[in-house]
């Protein structure tokens, strides 16, 4: 059996907690990568939203002006 040692510690089941901690990585990355492109969408629906409700405004105003 391939059993490591670290620090005079016999550790038959390091193989596995390696992989564990490369996976637990792996996840990590990817919940970063996703928060990461829900921040990049939030700000681009909300300048859109901005700058559709400042075209909303001037159609809004024009028609004001126009009934007065």
Known sequence: A???RKGGFFLPDM??????????LKAA????DQAEFEIAYAVTFTYYTIVYA???????LDLIEQLE
Do not use: C, F, W
Request: charged share 40%; proline share 0%.
């Open 29 to 32: 990355r990817a919940e970063l």
């Open 15 to 24: 193989q596995y907690r390696q992989l564990q901690s490369a996976n637990g």
């Open 54 to 60: 400042k075209e909303q405004r001037k159609v809004a």
């Open 2 to 4: 391939d059993v490591k």
